[in-house]
């Protein structure tokens, strides 16, 4: 098959066009898998934001109880252990607020 320099010239550059669409491609491929591991990431951190705020709620409210009730029974030993349990969930609060203040910004 004979090509004219014309038709040579036309190959050529369809070829080098084609080429560079295929790097591009090969490049958007691997920007989707990042961006697939990095959305991935986030749906862990938001799940485990999920799960510690509902956690929280939980224990809230179960001191609020047990406060309630310590209370209308007037017991000073009751009254101390919810304020142990008051003062454990704070510490809690104070080292989950830290894990997740670190772990939004490396997921992001």
């Known amino acids: 098959m004979f090509f004219r320099n ?8 369809a070829d080098i066009n084609l080429e560079c669409l295929i790097r591009k491609v090969d490049g958007m491929a691997l920007d989707i898998t990042k961006l697939t591991a990095d959305v991935t ?7 485990s934001a999920v799960v510690l705020i509902t956690g929280l709620n939980a ?13 209308a029974a007037n017991d000073p030993a009751a009254l101390a252990a ?3 349990a008051l003062d454990d ?3 809690k609060i104070a080292s989950n607020t830290a894990a ?4 939004v ?4």
């Open 105 to 108: 910004p490396a997921s992001s």
């Open 41 to 47: 990431a986030q749906s862990t951190v938001i799940s």
């Open 6 to 13: 014309r038709d040579r010239i036309i190959l050529y550059r």
């Open 82 to 84: 919810v304020q142990a």
């Open 89 to 91: 969930l704070d510490a």
């Open 100 to 103: 997740l203040a670190a772990a």
């Open 59 to 71: 224990s809230i409210s179960d001191l609020k109880t047990q406060l309630a009730a310590a209370i």
